[in-house]
């Protein structure tokens, strides 16, 4: 099972998201958009593992305090063409 790490956004952070992919939708053409249910923040990609317990036991015994996220600007990743010597 691939695993990772990520936060889970608010749901009206998660709306302003979804809006901003409705006004987008159009004017790209050749985009992959994320559907609105699997929007996340991803902090650190584990792998493939199985050991889901021990993760899972990990994960839960760190404590941090709630912070704030802001969106300032939209992007998108480049794909770039590999090139065969």
Avoid: C
Avoid at 4 to 19: H, V
Avoid at 51 to 66: H, K, L
């Amino acid at each position: 099972m691939r695993l990772f790490i990520a936060i889970n956004f608010s749901t009206p952070f998660r709306n302003s998201l979804i809006s901003i992919i409705n006004q987008l939708r159009p004017q790209v053409k050749k985009a992959r958009f994320s559907l609105p249910e699997n929007l996340h923040l991803t902090l650190f990609f584990i792998g493939e593992s199985e050991d889901i317990t021990t993760i899972t036991s990990i994960i839960n015994s760190i404590n941090f305090d709630q912070f704030s996220i802001t969106l300032s600007k939209v992007g998108s990743f480049k794909r770039h063409k590999k090139e065969i010597f």
